[in-house]
Nanobody
């Protein structure tokens, strides 16, 4: 069974850091690009970061460039999102995503990140 499980969200003060994790199972993780999205209340889901299957290529939304870093450990079938210098506008539910052959667009359950003093 294909599964993506996010963790690591929480409440953090502005300027703080969090690291999100997404544990994948049920598919050959190392063959797929992985993505992090986020959705704030009342807003559309937004692509935050993408990493290629081997981890050699990454892309970021302009709003997080220089503050967020996506990485992966194919041996642990886990993708990470290191978030630094967090701002209140980063508050959202963060989702892990992969487009998997024969399964389709696959999402985790999401993890809440709240940036507030």
């Amino acid at each position: 069974q294909v599964q993506l499980v996010e963790s690591g969200g929480g409440l953090v003060q502005p300027g703080g850091s969090l690291r999100l994790s997404c544990a994948a199972s049920g598919f050959t993780f190392s063959r797929y690009a992985m993505r992090w999205y986020r959705q704030a209340p009342g807003k559309k889901r937004e692509l935050v970061a993408t990493i290629s299957s081997a981890g050699g290529s990454t892309n970021y939304a302009d709003s997080v460039k220089g503050r967020f870093t996506i990485s992966r450990d194919n041996a642990k079938t886990t993708v990470y999102l290191q978030m630094n210098s967090l701002k209140p506008e980063d508050t959202a539910v963060y989702y892990c995503n992969a487009l998997i052959l024969f399964t389709g667009d696959t999402w985790g359950q999401g993890t809440q990140v709240t940036v507030s003093s």
